[in-house]
Structure formats: structure tokens, C-alpha cells
């Protein structure tokens, strides 16, 4: 085989790695969400580092091909497993605690919940006096038939789009992506078990797994048994842990401009992770955007008594307070405004770039390495999207 052959990835290793995730990681995900309302983090990557590490062991390393595909079916696995059991549009436990919660009985919407959504609460009682697995009854299969149709009519309709953005922005404009790029690094680093690299990434897995130790587990872990009433005192008397919102304080001579800072790298690690792979003009477009918003703009809609009077300035706001308010009724129609001319005005400035796409998806012909046809990425994404 010659390096520029394309050798599989969907394999029965990938395949094992995937179903061991189905029946072992994405429980453990659900469960971590029920007991702590949040998301189980790196899921995808758990199961990657595990399973290259096992075959590595084993004598028979992976494949940088089906590393790929691991990579790519485990966020696509947990980001339906969260739609369908963690909160999500598709959860019909919750859905079914909505539709008839105390509160929805006493506004009287109970009576006018579809069969579709979920199933009367009757069988709903019945059910749970049965004590039976509970999507297996067929009064779900209405409700669960719905779910799932609109899950596939989404899916046809982002990998169609998906393709045609993916000709549009790699293939005729050839833009960068460093955010896939870092993830591509890392499966590379992987499969091909660079030393250094791999020191690199070793070492990093380490500070991280040391530093969540001492300011998020031990915190999270001890706080209620360090401080009364419950309260984790373990995190106050650790400086790093703690989010400084000084918007109140900056109130008393900048109404309406907000400020927060953190040394917490686990509190939005994405964030920080983002300003290392992102560009510098990036990332520094994107602080005077948030500049702009919560700091400049929030103070000129203060000074100038700009707020609603069903909502009126408070100088004990916080950020996240400031953030919210501003955007439910300032930012909101403005964003959408934003979003629309960043879609149409490239289109108008340079539209030998969409010609070209669109040309070269025309002549395709689904073909080895041509994609599929333009007309059949429009049909499926329009008979998706109807």
C-alpha cells in the first residue's frame, strides 16, 4: 500500500471503540448530568486516548484514519445523546414533566398538550405504577417516531449544507480552520507517536488532570464538609477558583459597564483553549466586539437612561445580569442585523467565489473525490428543510 493510497478507517477496531462508547461512556454521561446538571467533559477524547493507548499496548497502534473517525462519531453520538436525554429538545421525560408540571396545570395548558409531544398523562401514571422500561410502551411511539423523523430531516439537512459550505470555504477559498487543525494535530500525534509531540501532549494531559484536582474536585468534593450551611468554603480560601465580577463595584462611577475576570482555567476552558489556537487579529477582534457590547455600549444605554421600564437599571447588577438584560432588549435585533449582512454582503462583494463553488459542485458528478452533485445537496437539504 502506498502512502498516498486511502486506507479505511471505519474499521472493527473504530467500530468496537464506538459501541464500547455507546454502552459504557455515554451512561456514564447521562448519569453525570442527572447528579450535577452538567456536561461530562472531553467524553469524546476519554475514548480516543483509551483505545489508541490499548492498541498501542497490544502491538497494533491505530490508524490515523480511524482515530479520525473516533473523533468524529463521538462528538456526533454525545451531541445527540445530550438532544435526547440531557435537557434537550428531544428529552421526552423532561417534555412530559412540562407539559404537566403543577405549573402548567394551573395556567391550564395541560388539556391542549398534543398526543404527539407526549402521551396523556393517564398513561403517563399508568407507566410509572407499572414501573416498566419507558420508552418501550407504544403510547411513545408516536412522540419517539416525531423525534427521531426530525432528527434525520436535521441531519440530511447539515450534511448537505455542510458539504456545500465545505467546497465553498476549503476547496474555492481554501480557508483556514484552527480550531480542526489543533484536533487534526492531535490525532496525528497519536497515530504517529511523535516523541516529542507526545511529550508535549503527555505533559498537558497531566497539568490539566493536577490542576482540576486542586481547584474544581477537592473544592467540589470537601466544600460542603469544610463549611457550614453547605457552603464550599474550600473554593473562597482558593483565590484561583473564584470568578471577580467588579461590575458592581465600577457602577459607582461607570453605571453600566461590565467587568469580570478569572484565573480559573476551568471555568471556560474553551475560551482560553480558543485564544491559544485562534489568530491574534482573531482573537483581539472578538475582545473589542465584547468590549463594545458589555462595557462601552452597556454604559451609553445607562447614561442616556436607555432601559426599558419594565426593566430598569439596578447598580447592583452583575455581569451576567448586564449581559442578559442587554441582550434580551438591545443586542438581540442587532446580532440578527449583523448576522444577515455578514451572509449576503460577501455574496455581494465577491461573488466569483459562490460562482465558483456552485460551478464546481455542478460539475460533479459523484465521482471518487468529487462529492456529490449540486442538485442533489439542493434537493436534500430543500426536502429536509419543508
Excluded at 15 to 31: D, E, G, K, R, T
Excluded at 153 to 167: E, L, P, Q, R
Aim: overall charge neutral; charged content about 10%; aromatic content about 16%.
Amino acid at each position: 500500500m502506498t502512502e498516498q493510497e486511502i486506507r479505511p478507517g471505519l474499521t472493527w477496531r473504530s467500530v468496537l471503540a464506538l459501541i464500547f462508547s455507546l454502552f459504557l461512556v455515554q451512561p456514564v454521561m447521562i448519569y453525570y448530568y442527572l447528579i450535577s446538571a452538567q456536561w461530562f467533559p472531553l467524553q469524546a477524547w476519554i475514548v480516543i486516548l483509551l483505545w489508541s493507548e490499548i492498541a498501542q499496548f497490544l502491538g497494533s497502534p491505530l490508524t490515523k484514519q480511524e482515530l479520525f473517525i473516533l473523533l468524529s462519531f463521538q462528538w456526533m453520538a454525545s451531541y445527540y445523546a445530550m438532544l435526547f436525554s440531557m435537557g434537550g429538545p428531544y428529552d421526552l421525560v423532561k417534555n412530559a414533566y412540562m407539559a404537566y408540571s403543577p405549573e402548567a396545570q394551573a395556567l391550564g395548558i395541560s388539556q391542549y398538550v398534543p398526543s404527539w409531544w407526549v402521551p396523556p398523562q393517564s398513561e403517563l401514571i399508568r407507566l410509572t405504577m407499572e414501573r416498566t422500561f419507558l420508552y418501550l410502551d407504544p403510547v411513545w411511539l408516536i412522540p419517539l417516531g416525531i423525534a427521531v423523523l426530525a432528527l434525520i430531516f436535521n441531519m440530511v439537512a447539515d450534511i448537505s449544507m455542510g458539504y456545500f459550505t465545505y467546497s465553498l470555504y476549503v476547496k474555492v477559498e481554501k480557508l483556514q480552520f484552527p480550531a480542526a487543525r489543533a484536533a487534526a494535530e492531535t490525532v496525528l500525534t497519536l497515530a504517529e507517536r511523535d516523541p516529542l509531540h507526545m511529550r508535549i501532549l503527555m505533559l498537558s494531559i497531566l497539568f490539566g488532570a493536577l490542576y482540576d484536582l486542586f481547584v474544581s474536585f477537592l473544592p467540589y468534593l470537601l466544600g460542603p464538609y469544610l463549611a457550614s450551611g453547605g457552603a464550599a468554603i474550600y473554593t473562597v480560601l482558593l483565590p484561583i477558583a473564584q470568578t471577580f465580577d467588579m461590575t458592581p463595584v465600577i457602577a459607582h462611577f461607570l453605571p453600566g459597564f461590565g467587568f469580570a475576570f478569572t484565573l480559573n482555567l476551568m471555568t471556560s476552558p474553551a475560551g482560553y483553549i480558543s485564544g491559544f489556537i485562534l489568530p491574534i487579529d482573531i482573537c483581539l477582534a472578538q475582545f473589542l466586539g465584547a468590549f463594545s457590547y458589555y462595557c462601552i455600549g452597556t454604559h451609553l444605554i445607562t447614561r442616556f437612561n436607555l432601559w426599558p421600564a419594565e426593566s430598569p437599571y439596578d447598580i447592583s447588577w452583575p455581569l451576567a445580569i448586564l449581559v442578559q438584560r442587554s441582550q434580551l432588549y438591545f443586542y438581540t435585533s442587532l446580532t440578527i442585523g449583523m448576522a444577515l449582512a455578514a451572509t449576503f454582503l460577501p455574496m455581494l462583494i465577491r461573488p466569483k467565489s459562490f460562482i465558483r463553488a456552485f460551478s464546481s459542485l455542478a460539475r460533479a458528478k459523484g465521482a471518487e473525490g468529487e462529492g456529490p452533485p449540486l442538485y442533489l445537496l439542493l434537493a436534500a437539504f430543500l426536502g429536509a428543510c419543508t
